[in-house]
């Protein structure tokens, strides 16, 4: 999806949100190909009552290794046995701290984008594409996400890319669409660009959909999994599709 990273600017950081402006090291090139690091002794780690100013233009520098380590309980946790729509509403009730006995007081973050750091788990969405070594989150990561909640369901990838435009010809197109549907968006500027999430309901001239990289509703991140209303003719997508097969359900 579009980057909204620009269009934000200087956001003032909720407290629990501040665990992630520890100073952070250089992303390497092949991020997301090797293992964690870890945590310099000498650098700080500062408590959650801190109070600082998030910063634009971020998200690609690498997570320590604690925070590593946790995203993959995260993702091991994830469904395996139920389908791509199952897997995906997990991430949204991660991220509305349904998972905090588990996981922690943190475990919601793991769900949005990071104003400094990668987020581990959504870098971790571009393995089920051909997308291998993402910039950090900030790299559109609508059809990562798609792909991986897929993958994780069913043992493989739909499209294998990291492009929402792949999933355009997915599948079969359908004017019924049920819960668990593929919805695909086209960007009326830009061919390549576009989004795609999972199809909830519609309403009105709208379609709500559950997917990644979208717009929170509290605009304390720059992205998240969430359930969003769509316009089928909104100021910069348009709707496309939907897309149906057998195993999405």
Request: glycine residues 6%; proline residues 8%.
């Amino acid at each position: 999806m579009v980057s909204r990273r620009n269009a934000i600017g200087a956001l003032t950081l909720s407290v629990p949100s501040i665990l992630f402006y520890k100073s952070a090291n250089a992303v390497p090139d092949t991020f997301g190909a090797l293992p964690p690091f870890p945590l310099p002794a000498e650098t700080p780690v500062p408590t959650l009552d801190a109070i600082q100013q998030a910063a634009t233009e971020t998200g690609i520098a690498a997570p320590y290794l604690e925070e590593i380590a946790l995203g993959r309980r995260i993702l091991q946790e994830s469904p395996t046995t139920d389908t791509p729509f199952k897997v995906a509403q997990y991430f949204q009730l991660l991220r509305h701290g349904e998972h905090q006995e588990t996981f922690g007081r943190e475990a919601a973050l793991y769900a949005e984008e990071w104003p400094e750091r990668a987020n581990p788990v959504i870098v971790s969405f571009f393995d089920a594409t051909q997308l291998r070594t993402p910039k950090g989150d900030t790299t559109a990561w609508c059809a990562a996400f798609v792909n991986w909640c897929y993958n994780r369901s069913r043992g493989s990838s739909p499209t294998n890319s990291a492009a929402a435009q792949s999933f355009r010809n997915w599948g079969e197109a359908t004017d019924n669409p049920k819960p668990g549907d593929i919805v695909v968006f086209v960007h009326k500027t830009v061919d390549w660009r576009g989004h795609v999430g999972f199809y909830i309901a519609q309403q009105d001239d709208g379609i709500f959909v559950l997917g990644g990289n979208q717009r929170p509703s509290d605009s304390h991140n720059t992205g998240e999994v969430n359930v969003s209303l769509y316009r089928r003719d909104g100021s910069s997508l348009r709707f496309h599709s939907f897309r149906t097969a057998p195993e999405l359900h």
